[in-house]
């Protein structure tokens, strides 16, 4: 446990690993609540149990992902609904959804929040021994010139969220072949994802995962200036959850524009 004492305290859940569909599911879900004020503004951590594309929520599938290659090697595609860019991930990386009340800690003008929570990434890099810095063209975490961390914010239902990634190893190969334009939202002159990122594995041994989550946990609690209770899913958001992932792994809802063009298309 890394409580600490404050006088804000927000809830933080460890999901650990789940299907990616149901991951997307889980955070619109907590923030509905949030929103609604029936549920602590929480930060939530998870790793996805296979690889999956996170698609934003403006974004078209046959624009940015090889669907025959992601068929081929069992890797979902999630449209999120958060906007932003396209993601792949898998095992190897810590997911995380710091998620407050629109009226909260987190400021309304978008690059704000953005500077505000990604601060607790560099704290926790910090923490480990690192210098990293927010590039807010990109809204990414970058070391030593190569992105660690991909972001992507989203308002809705009263609630403010910021998620992200922290890459502790990463399947570059993959990424280059799953994605369109892998090297899209790195640095100028990169063409691969390998050139273009850094994981943990990179730069120092492993530490134990807990060991990783306690730094990025006490990373956000520094950043937003609250302390954490260790929580759980409560019984209606897992509820919401369960429902909203048959709308996130269908057909329907992953092509739902790409589906709108082709129809704007015949017309």
Request: hydrophobic content about 40%; proline content about 3%.
């Amino acid at each position: 446990m890394w409580i600490q004492e404050q006088d804000i305290v927000w809830r933080f859940v460890d999901a650990d690993l789940i299907d990616g569909a149901y991951s997307a599911a889980l955070f619109h879900s907590i923030g509905r609540h949030v929103g609604s004020g029936d549920t602590d503004e929480t930060i939530l951590f998870w790793r996805v149990k296979r690889p999956t594309i996170y698609l934003g929520y403006h974004q078209f599938v046959e624009d940015e992902v090889h669907e025959d290659y992601c068929r081929e090697h069992n890797i979902d595609i999630v449209r999120r609904i958060l906007g932003g860019g396209c993601g792949y991930c898998d095992q190897d990386q810590v997911l995380f959804s710091v998620i407050g009340a629109q009226s909260s800690l987190i400021p309304g003008n978008v690059q704000a929040a953005y500077n505000k929570v990604l601060s607790g990434m560099l704290l926790a890099l910090e923490g480990l021994g690192l210098d990293s810095e927010i590039d807010p063209t990109r809204n990414g975490v970058f070391v030593q010139g190569r992105k660690i961390s991909g972001n992507a914010q989203g308002r809705f239902d009263g609630a403010v969220m910021v998620n992200g990634s922290f890459l502790l190893d990463f399947d570059f190969d993959t990424m280059d072949c799953a994605l369109k334009h892998p090297a899209r939202n790195l640095r100028p002159n990169v063409n691969t994802a390998r050139d273009g990122m850094v994981t943990l594995s990179d730069l120092m041994d492993l530490p134990p995962l807990d060991k990783i989550k306690q730094a990025l946990c006490m990373g956000f609690e520094e950043a937003l200036g609250i302390g954490t209770y260790e929580g759980t899913i409560l019984d209606e958001e897992e509820k919401l959850a369960v429902e909203l992932t048959r709308q996130y792994a269908s057909v329907e809802w992953t092509y739902r524009n790409d589906h709108k063009r082709a129809k704007r298309k015949k017309v």
